[in-house]
């Protein structure tokens, strides 16, 4: 064993010294580089993937989460300053069903399910109403956040205290409700609705006037007011429509000139002037059915016609002697002839009889002004904002401003500087800006990717070079078997019994063929003797 371990050893450095220096650098570095690749190999194999077990947690729950996960012995890791927990991948859905068995996280928050696992006696009044209030907000928040669109609530309730005699006044409840909303999700005004009345129907003697709802943006949900029977609008509800139809119109105008500008390059404000006046009157209108000629239908037409033409006839009978007749008076006229005619005509004519009753609008935009003020492209030169653009912009306002204000406000055909009066367009530079930091987003390094490819490539010179040298030993071993198939000695025929000497003399000859250093030690050693 130990002369092929020498053997090995003189072969490696004659080896060694044979090569030239560059092949020397490349045999260095290949193997630096195969040794690190192997490293790194090992490194990415055997590393534990982690994936996040629960986001968005308390310190207090993150703690009570680490304390099991510690107990239990898996590795975990606390990210995003403490609220959230990473643990391996593959134990994620296991932990989540086991934490949940143990109710792991507590939340520190009181349910009904409360009372049920601590009834007994004990607890005074004043205990049993601060847990049964921290109940209600707990069940109430989570029948809050099963809305699609709210990923967690908070929920404050005040209860009045109840009077002791009869004769004391109800006082009602109120609720404070924060959302946090999933980013990008809009409420419609339905769904608010259906919220308010959620809450109030929860709570005894909670109306809906007293439910205050908003978001982590400090943004409020509103409950639309329906209007009486009148149709009536009080000042209030007069105020809430002109800032919604303020917002509404700036949403359209910041929503188009932010897809033109860039969202962060627009600001727009929008006030009106907002008329309240109703009317109702009722209309009866009688209108012609050919109204250019101005005449109806005929729906009956009679036509009598009289016509007489002869001669007058003489008087007859006595002169008259009575009492009443005048002595010597002829009765009658003069002997003459006579023509008479008569026509008369009556036509029903049939016309359009109307009954209108109008109910005016309850409100009506009298006047409008819309102002923008807008970012250059590069916001330290005025100049990179075409003014093509200015002009395109100030345009698009000016369609707006038509269509919303009304008719009989605006005149019929209103000249262009009037609508110009109403818009204003500034260009400038934004200074009060704020500024949000984006989360870095979780890439792999080029430097990996660089890496990677040497290894790739070191990986392949390797297989080449030790195909190459497998083809080298195979054409070496090829060689030293006919050599020795060359070198079979071939038994004497006569089968004579080799002397003493020529055993000695065969050992000597072979000893100087396989071990030439070993043969010239013991030369050395016969001469020196």
């Not at 086991?98 to 004043?126: C, H, Q, W």
């Not at 609530?153 to 005040?158: D, E, L, R, S």
């Not at 907002?274 to 101005?294: A, S």
């Amino acid at each position: 064993m130990k002369e092929k371990l020498l053997d090995m050893k003189n072969k490696t450095v004659v080896f060694w010294k044979n090569r030239a220096k560059t092949q020397k650098t490349v045999i260095i570095s290949s193997t630096l580089v195969a040794v690190l690749a192997i490293i790194a190999i090992i490194y990415f194999v055997t590393k534990t993937n982690m994936a996040p077990l629960y986001k968005e947690l308390t310190p207090q729950e993150t703690g009570q989460i680490k304390e099991v996960l510690d107990t239990r012995g898996i590795p975990s890791q606390i990210t995003e300053n403490g609220t959230a927990i990473l643990v391996p991948q593959e134990t994620v859905d296991t932990l989540k069903v086991d934490l949940a068995a143990e109710g792991v996280p507590k939340s520190g928050s009181i349910d009904y399910s409360f009372f049920g696992e601590r009834s007994g006696f004990g607890m005074t009044d004043n205990e049993f109403q601060i847990m049964k209030l921290d109940a209600m907000q707990t069940e109430l928040a989570n029948l809050v956040m099963s809305i699609d669109g709210v990923k967690d609530a908070k929920v404050m309730i005040t209860m009045p205290e109840e009077g002791v005699f009869v004769r004391d006044s109800v006082q009602e409840a109120s609720a404070s409700i924060v959302l946090h909303t999933e980013p990008g999700y809009q409420f419609d005004q339905t769904e608010i609705n259906a919220l308010y009345h959620l809450v109030s129907k929860s709570i005894s003697n909670l109306s809906t006037d007293n439910i205050v709802i908003m978001n982590q943006n400090f943004e409020y949900y509103d409950l639309a007011n329906n209007q009486n029977s009148s149709n009536s609008l009080n000042v209030t509800s007069q105020l809430e429509l002109k800032k919604e139809i303020e917002r509404d119109i700036q949403r359209q105008v910041q929503q188009m000139l932010g897809m033109m500008m860039g969202h962060n390059k627009v600001v727009v404000s929008v006030t009106t002037d907002i008329d309240f006046t109703q009317e109702n009157r009722e209309e009866k209108l009688v209108t012609p059915v050919d109204p250019e000629n101005m005449e109806g239908i005929a729906v009956s037409v009679e036509r009598i016609t009289e016509t007489y033409t002869g001669n007058e006839a003489a008087a007859g009978g006595e002169v008259g002697t009575g009492e009443a007749d005048v002595p010597g008076y002829i009765a009658g006229g003069a002997n003459g002839s006579g023509d008479f005619e008569r026509m008369e005509e009556r036509i029903n004519n049939e016309v359009n009889r109307i009954n209108k009753v109008v109910v005016e609008s309850p409100y009506k935009v009298r006047d409008m002004g819309i102002q923008v003020m807008v970012e250059p492209p590069v916001a330290d030169d005025p100049l990179s904002l075409q003014g093509d653009t200015v002009d395109e912009i100030r345009q698009i306002l000016g369609t707006i401003v038509r269509t919303s204000i009304d008719k009989n406000a605006l005149a019929a055909n209103p000249d262009d500087a009037d609508i110009d009066e109403k818009i204003v367009v500034s260009v400038q530079t934004f200074n009060g800006k704020t500024q949000f930091e984006q989360a870095p987003t979780p890439t792999i390094p080029i430097w990996m990717y660089i890496v990677g490819g040497l290894l790739v490539a070191v990986i392949i010179l390797l297989i080449f070079m030790l195909v190459r040298r497998s083809k080298k030993e195979e054409i070496i071993e090829e060689e030293m078997i006919v050599d020795e198939i060359r070198n079979v000695s071939i038994p004497d025929i006569n089968n004579e019994k080799e002397s003493e000497g020529s055993a000695r003399k065969k050992q000597l000859e072979k000893m100087a063929k396989e071990k030439p250093d070993e043969f010239a030690k013991l030369l050395r050693s016969w001469l020196s003797e």
